[in-house]
């Protein structure tokens, strides 16, 4: 018994002295510092550095697929300076959306929604970023109807409005964040208010918000969505000292391009 406790105490000395978070660590894009982002490879990459969930940027092409991609053209990422809407999926396929990244990625192409879905480990999330307005949702409902994932393994988010308005009814079960910035108007030069998004995601029934880093989180302003029934996520954080402030603030989800650094510089795990 004594040598039982002996062995025993340190260790929960050890484990108390790690922060007591529950919070989940969201690859940005995937893995994105590692991979080329929105890539399979830089999900796979999520996986194999711990990372609880993935996201991912979501547009339609010219013939009605989705394409997993940030920007609304492919000229950063496939070298060609065309809309992502202008341009068939057989049109997509061609182009290289890895050596972009690194040599090493030469030859990746952009990959389905369904063969990522396939690659998320049980238990691992989804987060579904809506670049697009409404016309998405018909097509994804379809694939997320096939999709060998649970609900609750999925996440949909977006800066749109009207698409969370149309898509938590079609998804009732998925969760939904409304994603919003902090930057100071053009016009008005004023921050944006939280209670615009707070009243927003109520009106609309979605589950939380998901926030640039910039808003002023605390325990109080968590605290303050929690009062309201809204979660929150929060992101780009690639800083550990901001992660911490958001783990200590009780944030449900940080989203990083560097889910293992994150994890062992901010979460000690
Ligand atoms: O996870 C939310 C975040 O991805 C929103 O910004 O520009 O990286 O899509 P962006
Ligand atoms: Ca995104």
Redesign the pocket.
Same mark, same amino acid.
């Given at each position: 018994m004594t040598l039982t406790l002996n062995r025993l105490l340190p260790l929960l000395a050890a484990s108390l002295a790690l922060p007591l978070s529950a919070t989940e660590i969201v690859g940005?894009?995937g893995a994105s510092h590692d991979a080329p982002e929105n890539s399979l490879s830089a999900m796979k990459e999520a996986w194999k550095q711990g990372a609880d969930g993935a /996201?991912l940027?979501l547009w339609l092409s010219k013939d009605g697929r989705l394409v997993v991609m940030?920007d609304g053209t492919t000229k950063r990422i496939g070298g060609v300076d065309k809309k992502i809407v202008d341009q068939t999926w057989e049109e997509l396929q061609k182009l290289d959306v890895g050596s972009w990244k690194d040599p090493k990625f030469t030859g990746e192409r952009i990959p389905t929604l369904e063969s990522i879905f396939d690659a998320t480990p049980a238990g691992k999330k989804m987060?579904l /970023?809506i670049k697009c307005g409404p016309e998405i949702l018909p097509e994804l409902a379809k694939v997320i109807k096939t999709s060998p994932l649970y609900p609750k393994q999925l996440v949909i988010?977006s800066f749109n409005y009207e698409v969370m308005k149309q898509s938590k009814p079609l998804f009732p079960e998925v969760e939904h964040y409304l994603?919003a910035g902090y930057k100071k108007d053009k016009e008005t030069g004023k921050l944006p208010e939280l209670s615009e998004f707070v009243e927003k995601a109520k009106a609309a029934k979605l589950d939380g918000l998901?926030l640039n880093h910039g808003w002023p989180i605390d325990a109080a302003f968590v605290k303050g969505l929690k009062d309201q029934g809204l979660k929150l996520i929060t992101?780009?954080v690639d800083d550990p000292e901001i992660a911490k402030r958001h783990v200590k603030a009780g944030v449900d989800a940080i989203?990083t391009d560097r889910p293992a650094y994150l994890r062992e510089n901010a979460l000690g795990k």
């Open positions: 940005h894009r /996201e940027d940030h987060v /970023e988010i994603l998901d992101w780009t989203t």
